[in-house]
Nanobody
Framework: QVQLVESGGGLVQAGGSLRLSCAAS????????MAWYRQAPGKQRELVAV???????NYADSVKGRFTISRDNAKNTMYLQMNSLKSEDTAVYYC?????????WGQGTQVTVSS
């Protein structure tokens, strides 16, 4: 059972930056897929970015060019660098890991962007 803990959320002005971290309770070296999702009030949870074991990453159109997902296997941590933040990025951000048929979620971290 992999436990995931997000951190790094907070309140930031529009145009600012934040870096989210997702720390895993065990090695992520063999985890095939890790991702960041977000859920805004009254909306469904949506995929923000995904990174595969080989380092290939994909992004939602709404964050392309502004967000960067990365993983540091040595630190068992995944990151989401968020730049040029907009008010519409306000949401609870969750990290996710999928491996050998098992899906794991963190508890979420709030990101609030003030305009």
């Amino acid at each position: 059972q992999v436990q995931l803990v997000e951190s790094g959320g907070g309140l930031v002005q529009a145009g600012g930056s934040l870096r989210l971290s997702c720390a895993a309770s065990e090695s992520i070296f063999s985890i095939n897929v890790m991702a960041w999702y977000r859920q805004a009030p009254g909306k469904q949870r949506e995929l923000v970015a995904v990174i595969y074991k080989d380092g290939i990453a994909n992004y939602a159109d709404s964050v392309k060019g502004r967000f960067t997902i990365s993983r540091d296997n040595a630190k068992n941590t995944m990151y989401l660098q968020m730049n040029s933040l907009k008010s519409e990025d306000t949401a609870v951000y969750y990290c996710n890991a999928y491996n050998f048929g098992n899906l794991y979620w963190g508890q979420g971290t709030q990101v609030t962007v003030s305009s």
